[in-house]
């Protein structure tokens, strides 16, 4: 199976009475690893609203990297 691997880094968090929202942006510069990500994806940008009660609203920090995954899914034909 085939998967693709970009690069983030959390620019900012918004935080809401119930949720929080992750803006982040793809690698674009950097050494080593982050060149090769900087020029494989030289833009984009990922927003996710987290849920408070969720243990992901505080897995992410502003300024640290996180690498995200594409993997083909299944679709779910369940209503």
Do not use: W
Not at 16 to 41: L, M, Q, R
Not at 43 to 61: C, M, Q, W
């Amino acid at each position: 199976m085939q998967r693709v691997r970009a690069k983030f880094r959390v620019h900012c968090i918004d935080d809401y009475p119930d949720s929080k929202n992750i803006h982040a942006y793809p690698i674009s510069s950097g050494k080593g690893e982050n060149k090769d990500y900087a020029e494989a994806t030289p833009s984009g940008k990922l927003e996710l609203t987290i849920d408070k009660t969720r243990p992901a609203a505080d897995f992410f920090e502003t300024g640290k990297e996180y690498y995200l995954d594409f993997q083909e899914a299944p679709i779910d034909e369940k209503p």
